[in-house]
């Protein structure tokens, strides 16, 4: 491990039984009972005091892995290891101990705040796990109420009292307020209109400087991700396709399917438009993922190794780790 590791994922795969549920296969049969692969077979390097994206189509596992990051739900396989040490199979009182380093901030701040707690209840809550001292956890409270922009007039109103950015305002305090060393944001500007988008994510940019945090930032957003990550993922059907650099993988993406991603970005300029990238079909059903390369039924320019071998990670300069046979020359 080197001493800027944080957080290390070898090989996660989370897999989730079916059972009763019926899906559609791609020869357009009905099946019941099956395995859905949520996530399968993940490694990504998390740094301390960085920001690692991760973007994707809807489906595609990010959620659940950001939830298997945070132990809230234990891989099928694989292993985290977190400043050194595996976490995976930690009791639940071991587990208990290091959670504060882990704080997650939902998508949805009208439904992630309980509506029957007043704002200073719901910040001090996590605090509760790690100081006793209730003068101590009211100190804290006021002060993180006021970093993130709030008036510590307004800490005995209810949720229903604060607009949309000052409820992801809260949430956020919430978040900051155990100190962690990772947070994972997911989709969290999404439910807000566009000139709060902003304001939140300029502040998550001041907090982590002053708080020297680290991010994993999940989005199916591109052009957000590119404003708040050093690294970006991509994800698609379970697996990380590529991986690199943000300003690298997004000036030069190996992949077809980042390439897609990419172009689909909304440009001011008509003239900076490139052509589009086209994604053909629909995402297959993570019931029954395709054999060899699981975006080759989409791919334009898929032969017949990408139907039959999965691709090995192949690095680039930077850092940059595609997982393709035939990576884009850009």
Excluded: W
Excluded at 46 to 67: F, H, M, P, Q, Y
């Amino acid at each position: 491990m080197s001493n800027s590791e944080l957080l290390r994922l070898e090989n996660i795969v989370r897999y989730f039984s079916a059972k009763g549920a019926m899906f559609y296969s791609e020869s357009g049969v009905l099946e019941t009972g099956s395995t859905i692969h949520a996530v399968d077979g993940v490694d990504l390097n998390i740094d301390r005091n960085s920001s690692l994206g991760i973007v994707g189509e809807s489906g595609c596992g990010k959620t659940t892995l950001a939830r298997t990051i945070l132990m809230l739900i234990k891989p099928t396989s694989g292993k985290l290891y977190f400043e050194g040490r595996e976490i995976t199979n930690l009791s639940y009182g071991e587990l208990a101990k290091i959670r504060p380093n882990f704080q997650m901030i939902f998508q949805d701040p009208f439904s992630s705040l309980d509506p029957r707690m007043r704002a200073k209840a719901i910040i001090a809550e996590p605090l509760s796990v790690v100081i006793k001292d209730r003068e101590k956890i009211g100190e804290r409270v006021r002060e993180v109420f006021e970093q993130v922009g709030l008036s510590v007039d307004q800490l005995n109103r209810f949720p229903n009292e604060f607009s949309g950015g000052q409820r992801q305002r809260i949430a956020i305090a919430r978040a900051l307020a155990t100190k962690p060393k990772l947070v994972i944001l997911d989709e969290p500007t999404s439910a807000l209109d566009a000139s709060t988008q902003a304001q939140i994510l300029n502040l998550l940019l001041d907090i982590q400087e002053e708080y020297e945090v680290s991010y994993v930032f999940i989005s199916h957003n591109v052009s957000v991700v590119r404003h708040m990550s050093d690294r970006i993922a991509v994800m698609y059907l379970g697996k990380i396709v590529e991986e690199g650099p943000v300003d690298e993988l997004l000036r030069r993406p190996k992949h077809p399917y980042t390439a897609a991603l990419i172009s689909s970005i909304p440009k001011p300029n008509p003239k900076a438009r490139g052509a589009m990238v086209e994604i053909r079909g629909e995402t297959p059903s993570p019931v029954n993922p395709p054999s060899g390369c699981r975006y080759h039924p989409r791919c334009p320019f898929a032969t017949e190794l990408c139907s039959q071998t999965e691709p090995p990670p192949q690095e680039f300069e930077n850092h940059h780790i595609v997982a393709c046979h035939y990576p884009l020359n850009r």
